[in-house]
T-cell receptor
Framework: DAKTTQPTSMDCAEGRAANLPCNHS???????VYWYRQIHSQGPQYIIH???NNETNEMASLIITEDRKSSTLILPHATLRDTAVYYC??????????????FGKGTLLTVNP | NAGVTQTPKFQVLKTGQSMTLQCAQD?????MSWYRQDPGMGLRLIHY???????DQGEVPNGYNVSRSTTEDFPLRLLSAAPSQTSVYFC??????????????FGPGTRLTVL
């Protein structure tokens, strides 16, 4: 699986957009970009995923660069409940990696009042 | 739907004891898996199952057994607990087996301490 690089921590003011970057420069053509988050002491929660195109759902938007070497997760109006560790995961769609998500250390996003 | 449920929430064992962590899902998901999460580290896959009667090893399977006799349940057995197995254990499920295509639903976790 491609390795991802994320900042260790970020801060955001409540009500503002939170933009979380992720580098995945070794990504291959059939690897998806996934974002999960983990609120303290809870299980991880799926946010969004994409392959090439930008994606949006009720929780967030995912912007993937044209060369696919990096992406940004956008929480449009961050709330205090969005304080969590955010994981960017590149998931290979073949072979033995079909069945597991490889979680790194993620970015701790702290939303401040 | 209750989603993915795990019991117990907390457990303390002595070295050498055995126990079973329970995981159940009511979403008729084919795929279920167990991860462990240690402080400051990401989640690591222990075992997974792509359907009833089918299981396979993940990254860190030693010291753990699993079975999948029904679609709903995927228990994780610790054969002889060791302090190195102190961790938070998460069960996850998804509709299909390929994580590239399927959102994973996680349970709330079981916090295990082995003394």
């Amino acid at each position: 699986d491609a390795k991802t690089t994320q900042p260790t921590s970020m801060d955001c003011a409540e009500g503002r957009a939170a933009n979380l970057p992720c580098n995945h420069s070794t990504i291959s053509g059939n690897e998806y970009v996934y974002w999960y988050r983990q609120i303290h002491s809870q299980g991880p929660q799926y946010i969004i995923h994409g392959l090439k195109n930008n994606e949006t759902n009720e929780m967030a938007s995912l912007i993937i660069t044209e060369d696919r070497k990096s992406s940004t997760l956008i929480l449009p109006h961050a709330t205090l409940r969005d304080t969590a560790v955010y994981y960017c995961i590149v998931s290979l769609n073949s072979g033995g990696s079909n069945y597991k998500l490889t979680f790194g250390k993620g970015t701790l996003l702290t939303v401040n009042p | 739907n209750a989603g993915v449920t795990q019991t117990p929430k907390f457990q303390v064992l002595k070295t050498g004891q055995s126990m079973t962590l329970q995981c159940a899902q009511d979403m008729n998901h084919e795929y279920m898996s167990w991860y462990r999460q240690d402080p400051g580290m990401g989640l690591r896959l222990i075992h997974y199952s792509v359907g009833a009667g089918i299981t396979d090893q993940g990254e860190v399977p030693n010291g753990y057994n699993v079975s999948r006799s029904t679609t709903e349940d995927f228990p994780l057995r610790l054969l002889s607990a060791a302090p190195s197995q102190t961790s938070v254990y998460f069960c996850a499920s998804s509709y299909g087996p390929y994580v590239a295509y399927n959102e994973q639903f996680f349970g709330p976790g079981t916090r295990l301490t082995v003394l």
